[in-house]
């Protein structure tokens, strides 16, 4: 029994691996002493795969089965590869007894369809009713649902899940229409824009009425594969900004397309996606969402790829050497954070450290900034290094010269700060 059990882990932990969208951020569920553990804005259980990718030591697949044929996923009914299939009750045994071991801190769930979207995500959300209810769990789950599951089973999964996904596969429409086109985008939009508004609702509510279930605490996250069709970093973005602005996302992923197959529809076979360009993507997310870019500052439609070899705010900040060199004691707050070097908290601590003096490069420098990259845009007095001379050129290969390491592929949750 137990050895068919490992075998299924094996199976359906390897198929979830293609997945990225696993962090935990975001929820909090206190244990008031009558049930088993906590989620909290730390995060779960995280490792690293060979290839960078992060995933949670009890991340996996319901099934890998699936009715459906995508020609960019390994799981599609034409793959001739092993299947499985867990059943509800197997799912809560291993993630109870992997919780109890400390081995896990939750459960992220997603699956391949076994028959329609309603009947697995039925067995998706009995997962995680049972979980809460039957074992009072309070640690952290994610469902991802599955497209074309009914309203009803939508928001059942709210009342049960810390967060909620819903996959929108491909950056573009004609993407989606080539690589999957049994899919429907209108099938992922719906239900986002439902989560959306229940999700807005339930904090309404819960400052009414504290007793208010909670629904879906985490939010939701999208997911997108990259470089399986032909789309642009920009259009990427786009999407990406969209989500985070009208569906209230609060996660977008970005997955790099792993060749899985042969398909012919794949219009770049057999190569894989460079992790690098998931890093940039994810690097300019993080500068959409928290430094007040806009995606036309970091690609536009006459250059709408990422630079590869440097990081979105370095390009911007090369790209705009005329707003640069600035003076950190006297420029504002949005300036100073789009120096390359300077990230938020620092751009923070500047500010305030400017008003009890007159801050130079020593000063800087224990703030903790990467001042070899900073440098490079900052003037004022003579102690902070006027550069001016350089020209834009110079001034990419000096950064690139002196910063080799910082401009490496990195892992994206290593990237708060650049
Ligand atoms: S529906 Fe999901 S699991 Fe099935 S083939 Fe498409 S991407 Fe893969």
Redesign the pocket.
Known sequence: MWERIQEKLGILADAAKYDVSCSSSGSKRTNHNKGLGNATGMGICHAYTEDGRCVSLLKILLTNH?I???AY?I??KSNDQKRAAFTVQEVVDLTINFYRRNYIEGLFLSS??FSNADYTMERLVLVAKKLRTEHKFNGYIHLKTIPGASPELMHEAGLYADRLSVNI?MPTEQGLKLL?PEKNRADMIHPMKYLKGAILQNREDKKTIKSTPLFAPAGQSTQMVIGASNETDWQVLQLANQFYGKMNMKRVYYSGYVPVSNDNRLPVLGTPVPVIRENRLYQADWLLRFYGFNVNEIVTTEQPDLPLDIDPKLGWALRNMNMFPIDVNKADLWLIKRVPGIGIGSALKIVAARKFRHLTSDHLKKMGIAYNRAKHFLAGDRSIYPQKENTIEQVRAKILAECDSKYKPVLSSQMALF
Do not use: Y
């Open positions: 699936c459906f044929d995508c996923c799981n599609r391949g369809i596969e999957a």
